[in-house]
């Protein structure tokens, strides 16, 4: 069993900051891979950061060098730090990582947490 909880949205002025946590159970934490996705009204749903296993990390161009995703194995935990927020990084905003499994076509699924709403507005 895979369990991601997300917390830390909540309304913030443009160019405030956020952090949002997202505390994983029931999985090896250390070796997955973890990503943030969001999903704006409107809109698909979007992948914004991943960080590997390892630590390295890759950003969408909408978010780079605003955004840090960063993880603390200890705390089973992974964090977005979100700064110089815009009006349209409002979303909902995902914590997701991957298994493989051989009952989809793709070959993996995905887990997701529940969301928690970020909004950029004054």
């Known amino acids: 069993q895979l369990k991601l909880v997300e917390s830390g949205g909540g309304l913030v002025q443009p160019g405030g900051s956020l952090r949002l946590s997202c505390a994983a159970s029931?999985?090896?934490?250390?070796?997955?891979?973890m990503a943030w996705y969001r999903q704006r009204p409107g809109n698909q749903r979007e992948l914004v950061a991943v960080i590997s296993s390892a630590g390295t990390t890759t950003y969408t161009d909408a978010v780079q060098g605003r955004f840090t995703i960063s993880r603390d194995n200890s705390k089973n935990t992974v964090y977005l730090q979100m700064t110089g927020l815009k009006p349209e990084d409002t979303a909902v905003y995902y914590c997701?990582?991957?298994?493989?499994?051989?009952?989809?076509?793709?070959?993996?699924?995905?887990?997701w947490g529940q969301g928690t709403q970020v909004t950029v507005s004054s």
């Open positions: 997701n990582t991957k298994d493989p499994t051989p009952f989809t076509p793709t070959g993996v699924r995905d887990f």
């Open positions: 029931g999985r090896e934490f250390s070796r997955q891979a």
